[in-house]
Structures are given as structure tokens and as C-alpha cells.
């Protein structure tokens, strides 16, 4: 019961205050949102403050629409989008206790002189937007009103249709006439002036209370500049404006007495934003002006000049004692520069700020690497340092050395393929941006260096993120994928996404599966690895067992066939007649005969165990009566081995040519003896191919009439292995032909 009892409470008041909100209005709370072309047709509640008005016809606009409903005089805020050509007199009157006014025509052309009566509550007074407003007009409403509370003043676009002449009249018109305004904020923006003339400025007795002025998007043809400064004026801001070239010429062409007594008017100025004056005309310069502003006693805390398509700063600044240590701030980011002198920021001895991003330093780093390295040197004070978007691939490992008080560090968007700098000594960084840069893997000094700076009180975060992480085996790259994993609740910022590796072409989150396929990935390849290793190992060492095994069966069916030679010999089962048919000229008998055919034939008879005639030669065993090449070819036929003794005379003798011509037919084994030496010329071809290709036998004649070489055991014993060779040769043919 009590619920629905409170239910249709809240339901009646929602209706009550529903219905004393215009149904041309939307009211949420204390303000009212309307559309209508008559405002007097508007009901409001008590609990109203501010009302934004949209669709007024300004002919509605009277010195009644506001004074005849009560309710107006309580609204503190008043937005109003009209149309129409005029304004008419007082039509503001009944809003005694309105604080903000806002009101936008663009089609008005006219107002009153006395069209701002009756604001005396009034502190803010926005009258952007008035694109037609002739200023004349706008002059004499403003000078013949009173306005004595209003401290902020928005005149942007005003009559930026025509040319505005900003001078006595106009000024004096924004300061009051009988009572001085104590104007603090002034907005000039996206006005064009035909003529500026701070002198009338001055002269207004605006420089006693403006605090802020701002011209942005202005166009100027004509500045007048006054030789003295403006002393409560703090902030001027002329970003995007277009001056002209003939103004920028004189001002960075003049000499350094006319430079002071322009800038005499900024003595006082804290903040000059001169941002996007290179939108119209490229930047004058700068690399060859001198400014010499030792006599200028600036007070000057912030400076800004972005987006000016500067590309070079390669010039001295001199500055007043005073201005040294009051410079806090510069800000130069958005333009081209390739190269910034550490000169342009020296004399600024208290800077704290500099913001030196998008730019192109990347050029200094690569051409003016040390240069590049005492940027910033003289800088001790820095705090805040914005290098990121410089596409800079390399930062000198103690270009932050003596900038110790360093809170933010920004590195961001640049190239760095490592981070070999120097950081440990920065204690008081908090901020740390690395993200977006070209680091694969973080080496083990660097990684320590900011577990180092984590540890300290202040709390420190570092991003890391959108690098080309790669998970691999890689002892660096694993160890940088373990250690981002381990701190990333500590000091490495999130979010997580931002922290991928690429592993064999697939993208992971390195706070989701990539350690963890990684390390199984990796254990696969170390099994493969130690198996790559280890198997040609094992395949060598096999490849060699069965080198020395086929070796030793090769030499025991040698030795087999040897011993089964000798017994066939013995037992005269041998097939051959002879072991060797000894071939040698008659020139030579004397020596075969007496010296080298007994021994040959005694020692082949000892190693086989045999009583036989074992060397076949043709004096001993040709028959008599048949032709001798008939018994050159039996005797070489009935023979394993054929020796053939090469001398001088042997090479010169005709049948001992036929003999070696048919023993080399017969693919026989041959044995050269040399009784002497032998030029290579004077042998037959037969002969030369032989004592190139195989290993020979010599006779040496000394004192006790002569020895072989190798010894008789040795040449014996390779007759008996050749006779092996042959007869394995042979039974492997008859089994062919079988």
C-alpha cells in the first residue's frame, strides 16, 4: 500500500513539473532545452537556471520577451541560436541575474547601441559565431553598455565576412566606457583583421586585467606593434592564424634592437602557442636567424610551436638571465625536423617539457649520431621528454645521462630494434613508453635495469606493447617472453592484447598460450636437434664398423685364398702351370738367369711348400719348333701373373713389345721389375700406362752383386695375392658363362 501511495507522489510531481515545462522545451533538472522562433511564448518553472535556445526569429527579440515573465529574472545561463538581419534595443531586459549570455546569428548584420542593456550580473559574454555583425555596430553596443561584471569575452568569427579594423574604437568598446571591465579572457579567433593595432590595445586599458588572449584561425594584413609590454597579459595564443609574409619577414630579418622592441609588447607573456603557422607559407628559415635575446627580460614559461613544417632548428638562442630559469615548457612536435641544435635548448636551463614528437629526427640520429646524443645534455632539470613518432632506430646509449629527474619517457612509434641505453640511473621515472617499436627480443642488462627502476618508491610503468615479439628457442627471445609474462601485474603495462610474439608465422598472446606452446614447440626441437646431431654419429660409427668388418672378411678371404692358392700349388691342383711367366730381353739373360729367375722361383717355392717350377720364362720352357708368338701367348695363358723385366734393351726389343701388348690384351696382372732406369719416353705406350697407374719393383745393382726392392718376401707375396685376384677373377667368369 505505502509503495503505491509513493508511487503516484512521485508521478504527480513528475506530471506538475512536466506540465510547467513548454511543450516546445525539454527540461532535465534545473536547465531547459527549447525550440521556437518566440521565446515570450515560453513557460518556465522556478527550479529553471540556464536555457539553450534554438530557432529564435530575432524580430521576437524585444525589450519585453524577457521582462514580462517573472521566472526569467531567476536564469543564470542563456544560450540563444537566432536568425535574422538586426537585434533590437534592451531585449535582454528582465534577466537581472543572468550570468553567462551566448548569442549566435549568423545572419545579423546590426544591433542597438543600447541592445546589451540592463546585464549587470552578466561576468561571461560569448558572441561567437556573429559572421556578419558589421564591428561598427558591435563597437557601439559594447561601448554604451555598462557590462560591469563581465570578465570573459568570446568574439570569435565576429564579421569574419568583411575585413575587422581592430582599433581605438574597437578596443575601447571591449573595456567599457564609464566603468572599466576587468576583462581576463579574450577570444579573437577566426576574425580577419584588416589592421591589429595593440597600441589601441594598450591604450584601451585592456592590458590591466587581460590575462588570456587567443587569435586562432585569424587572418592578419596589418600589425601595429606597440614599444611597450602588456603587463597582465599571460597567455597569447595565435595558432593556425595567417600573418603575413611580409610581417614574418620583418620579424625573423630584424635586428636584435627591433626583435626586443616587438616582442617588448610579450615581456610578460607565460604561454605563446604559435602552432600551425605553416599551414599557409612554409616557414621562414630558421637555421639562418641569430636571436639574440639577452636584452629582452622574457618571463616566458611555456612555448609551443607545433605543426609549422619547420625542418631545421640549427641555430643559437641567447636568452635573457631571467628568461633562462623561467622556461618550463617547449613543445615542437608535428613538423618536419631533420636536425635540432642542442644550442636552440641549452640556455633554457629550468626546461622540464619538450615534446619533440612526429617529427624526423631519425636523419640527426643516423648523420649527427653525437649531436644527437647531447640533445638534451644541458637539460638537467627535464622531466617530461616526447620522442616518440621520429621513425629513430638507435638511441645513444647516454643520451639520458645527465637527466636524472626524468619522469616520462616517451620512445614510442619510433624504429628501435634494442634497448641498449642507458636507463638504471633514472630513479624517478614513472612513465616508460616503448610500444610500437622494432625490439624482437629485451637483452638481460636492460631487463634488470628496469626491474632496478620498478623497485624504486616511485611507481614506475613501462609499455612494451605492439613490438615484433618473436616465440622461439632463442635463449633471448624465450627469457624476454617469460620475463614480460612474470611482470605484467608488476610494472609492465597492459592491455594485454597488445603483447603478441610470432611463432612460425602464427600471431599469440603472450598472456594466453604462446609460453606455453612455445616451450612444447621447443622441446620437440630439442629432441629433433639431439637427434640430428646423434644420428649422424651413430650412422658414422655404424658406416665405419662396417668398413672395418667388410675390411677384415676382405682380408681373410684374401688370406683364405692365399693359403687355398698355396695348397693348390702343393698338392698340384693349381690350374695355372705357372705362378708367374717372367718376361725379360736376351740383352738381360745373364742377370735373369743367374740372379733373379732361381731366387724368384726358390722363394715362390718356400712359400707355397712346393718342389715345382713356379716362374714360367721363355728360354726354359718355349718348345722348340713352333712359332714363338704360338708360345708367347701358351706360356702367358698357362701363367696367373706376368713379370716383365723392363730395361733400356727391353723397351727397344720387338717381341718383347708383342709380349707386353698380349699380356695387356689378356687383362692379365702385371708386375713391373725395373733392371734400371728407365726414361718414361723411351717405353712403349703399354708400358707408360702401366708404371704410371700401378706400383713396380726394382733391381738395384750393388757390391755384392746386386738386391731387389721391395725384398723377395714382399714381391712374392703380392705374386700370390695377384694369382688369388685372377683365379676369383676367372671362377667369376666361367660361373657368368654358366
Not at 592590458?207 to 587567443?214: D, K, L, M
Amino acid at each position: 500500500m505505502y509503495q503505491t501511495v509513493a508511487l503516484s507522489v512521485i508521478v504527480c510531481l513528475f506530471t506538475v513539473c512536466s506540465s510547467a515545462c513548454s511543450k516546445s522545451c525539454v527540461c532535465i533538472e534545473d536547465k531547459a532545452t527549447c525550440r521556437t522562433p518566440n521565446p515570450s511564448t515560453i513557460v518556465l518553472s522556478d527550479t529553471i537556471r540556464e536555457v539553450v535556445l534554438h530557432g529564435v526569429n530575432a524580430l521576437f527579440l524585444t525589450n519585453k520577451t524577457f521582462s514580462d515573465k517573472q521566472q526569467w529574472a531567476k536564469v543564470q545561463t542563456l544560450e540563444i541560436w537566432a536568425s535574422g538581419a538586426s537585434l533590437g534595443s534592451r531585449v535582454f531586459k528582465g534577466l537581472s541575474n543572468l550570468t553567462y549570455l551566448g548569442y549566435h546569428n549568423e545572419h545579423m548584420y546590426f544591433t542597438k547601441y543600447d541592445t546589451l542593456y540592463s546585464l549587470h550580473k552578466l561576468k561571461e559574454f560569448d558572441f561567437s559565431g556573429n559572421i556578419f555583425i558589421y564591428e561598427r555596430n558591435f563597437s557601439n553596443s559594447m561601448y554604451s553598455a555598462s557590462l560591469p561584471q563581465v570578465n570573459k569575452l568570446t568574439l570569435t568569427g565576429l564579421g569574419s565576412r568583411y575585413n575587422i579594423i581592430a582599433g581605438e574604437r574597437f578596443f575601447q568598446g571591449i573595456a567599457g566606457r564609464d566603468i572599466q571591465r576587468n576583462i581576463t579572457y579574450l577570444d579573437m579567433s577566426n576574425i580577419s583583421f584588416s589592421s591589429l593595432d595593440l597600441k589601441a590595445f594598450i591604450k584601451s586599458g585592456l592590458c590591466n586585467s587581460v590575462n588570456e588572449v587567443y587569435l586562432r584561425h585569424a587572418l592578419f594584413k596589418v600589425i601595429h606593434l606597440p614599444e611597450e609590454p602588456c603587463s597582465s597579459l599571460k597567455v597569447i595564443d595565435i595558432s593556425d592564424s595567417n600573418l603575413s609574409k611580409t610581417f614574418l619577414k620583418w620579424l625573423f630579418g630584424a635586428k636584435k634592437r627591433v626583435q626586443c622592441l616587438f616582442a617588448k609588447f610579450n615581456f610578460n607573456v607565460e604561454e605563446m602557442y604559435f602552432n600551425g603557422l605553416g599551414k599557409y607559407m612554409v616557414t621562414p628559415p630558421l637555421y639562418e636567424v641569430d636571436f639574440d635575446l639577452t636584452s629582452c627580460p622574457f618571463k616566458i614559461k611555456k612555448f609551443s610551436l607545433e605543426n609549422n613544417l619547420i625542418k631545421r632548428l640549427n641555430f643559437t638562442v641567447k636568452l635573457h638571465n631571467d628568461t633562462q630559469k623561467t622556461v618550463e615548457w617547449i613543445s615542437l612536435s608535428g613538423n618536419m625536423i631533420e636536425f635540432l641544435s642542442p644550442q636552440f635548448l641549452s640556455p633554457s636551463t629550468n626546461l622540464q617539457y619538450l615534446d619533440v614528437s612526429s617529427n624526423q629526427l631519425h636523419k640527426m640520429q643516423v648523420y649527427y649520431e653525437h649531436t644527437f646524443e647531447l640533445l638534451i645534455k644541458n637539460n638537467t632539470k627535464m622531466k617530461v621528454l616526447k620522442l616518440n613518432t621520429n621513425g629513430i632506430n638507435r638511441i645513444p646509449y647516454n643520451m639520458f645521462l645527465t637527466n636524472s629527474e626524468l619522469e616520462v619517457l616517451d620512445l614510442s612509434h619510433n624504429n628501435l630494434s634494442s634497448l641498449d641505453f642507458k636507463i638504471d640511473h633514472l630513479t624517478n621515472l614513472k612513465v616508460l613508453n616503448l610500444s610500437y617499436n622494432a625490439v624482437h627480443s629485451i637483452d638481460v642488462h636492460t631487463r634488470k635495469s628496469m626491474e632496478k627502476l620498478a623497485a624504486a618508491p616511485n611507481f614506475l610503468l613501462i609499455d612494451l606493447s605492439n613490438m615484433p615479439y618473436i616465440c622461439s628457442c632463442d635463449d633471448d627471445h624465450m627469457e624476454t617472453i617469460e620475463w614480460i609474462y612474470t611482470n605484467l601485474d608488476t610494472f609492465i603495462s597492459s592491455p594485454r592484447e597488445g603483447y603478441m610474439c610470432t611463432m612460425q608465422g602464427e600471431r599469440l598472446n603472450i598472456f594466453q598460450n604462446a609460453l606455453k606452446n612455445t616451450k612444447s614447440y621447443c622441446r620437440v626441437q630439442n629432441i629433433k636437434s639431439k637427434l640430428a646431431i646423434s644420428l649422424p654419429i651413430v650412422c658414422f660409427v655404424l658406416l665405419i664398423c662396417l668398413v672395418i668388418f667388410f675390411k677384415i672378411q676382405s682380408f681373410r678371404r684374401r688370406q683364405r685364398k692365399k693359403k687355398n692358392i698355396r695348397h693348390q700349388i702343393e698338392v698340384g691342383e693349381f690350374p695355372k702351370k705357372f705362378v708367374a711367366f717372367l718376361s725379360f730381353s736376351a740383352d738381360d739373360a745373364e742377370l735373369i738367369v743367374n740372379k733373379i729367375l732361381p731366387r724368384l722361383n726358390s722363394e715362390l717355392q718356400m712359400k707355397t711348400g712346393t718342389s715345382r717350377v713356379l716362374v714360367c720364362s721363355g728360354d726354359r720352357h718355349f718348345r722348340p719348333g713352333f712359332e714363338l708368338g704360338e708360345e708367347i701367348i701358351r706360356c702367358i695363358e698357362d701363367s696367373a701373373v706376368i713379370i716383365l723385366a723392363v730395361s733400356k734393351h727391353f723397351c727397344q726389343k720387338e717381341w718383347c713389345r708383342k709380349e707386353v701388348q698380349e699380356t695387356y690384351d689378356q687383362n692379365k696382372p702385371i708386375v713391373l721389375l725395373f733392371l734400371e732406369r728407365v726414361e718414361h719416353a723411351e717405353m712403349g705406350k703399354v708400358l707408360q700406362k702401366l708404371s704410371g697407374r700401378y706400383a713396380h719393383a726394382s733391381w738395384i745393382a750393388d757390391s755384392d752383386g746386386g738386391h731387389i726392392e721391395p725384398e723377395w718376401s714382399i714381391l712374392c707375396d703380392a705374386l700370390l695375392d695377384l694369382t688369388a685376384e685372377q683365379s676369383e677373377k676367372t671362377t667369376f667368369q666361367l660361373k657368368c658363362l654358366l
